[in-house]
């Protein structure tokens, strides 16, 4: 199975900054990695999928990038509704796993 | 566009078995795979199984093969989770989710773009 290691496990950022989380996946996956975020007690979100491409109505501020083996997810410009936990995964098997999540904290 | 909703959770003894259902509404279900994600208290979202559209392959994590098994019943719009052998790292809230694809010139790409609100299953005695 393809195995996704994410960093950071958490973070604390201000209100405007810059986040950046990243994602390596244990073979060489193309861009077939999505991200997703989820907020307590509610379903997960897909942002990004194909590494790059923004799903429908998520804001422009999130972006996507990388192939291979190493991915990133940056927020630019981090807002209070940002608080959340973010997961990577990968769709290039049908073992469809995630990373083991980032958890973004607002300081 | 379609809603997914997940029943059948609950508490459970362990060494149990349980089934939970996903059962769709407002589109074709029988376009799209479906998955099972679960997340653990404190955790993180871990993919569990995921059926195809016809529900001839079923796929599982590593850490549920041989205990958990995928069925689903087009004509009802629902697919189904078998769980056996309940044991207490089961405890998680269960989503089931739609696969959906995105299609370039030369490559397709899925991702889950429909989800349900959950189902909880805890495992104590």
């Known amino acids: 199975d393809i195995h996704m290691t994410q960093s950071p496990s958490s973070l604390s950022a201000s209100v405007g900054d810059k986040v950046t989380i990243t994602c390596r996946a244990s073979?060489?996956?193309?861009?077939?990695v999505n991200w997703y975020q989820h907020k307590p007690g509610k379903a997960p979100n897909l942002l990004i999928y194909?590494?790059?491409t923004l799903h429908t109505g998520v804001p422009s501020r999130f972006s996507g990038s990388g192939s291979g083996t190493d991915f990133t997810l940056t927020i630019n410009s981090l807002q209070p509704e940002d608080l959340a936990s973010y997961y990577c995964q990968q769709t290039f098997s049908r073992v469809r796993a995630f990373g083991q999540g980032t958890k973004v904290e607002i300081k | 566009q379609m809603d997914l909703v997940e029943s059948g959770g609950g508490v459970v003894q362990p060494g149990r078995s349980l089934r939970l259902s996903c059962v769709a509404s407002?589109?074709?279900?029988?376009?799209?795979?479906i998955y099972w994600v679960r997340q653990a208290p404190g955790k993180g979202l871990e993919w569990a199984a995921g059926i195809s559209k016809d529900g001839t392959k079923q796929y599982y994590g590593e850490s549920v093969k041989g205990r958990f098994t995928l069925s689903r019943d087009n004509s009802k719009n629902t697919v189904y989770l078998e769980i056996n052998s309940l044991g207490a790292n089961d405890t998680a809230v269960y989503y089931c989710a739609r696969e959906f694809w995105d299609f370039t010139s030369t490559d397709y790409y899925y991702y889950m773009d429909v989800w349900g609100k959950g189902t909880t299953v805890t495992v104590s005695s």
């Open positions: 194909g590494a790059s």
């Open positions: 407002g589109s074709t279900f029988s376009y799209y795979g």
């Open positions: 073979q060489s996956i193309g861009n077939y």
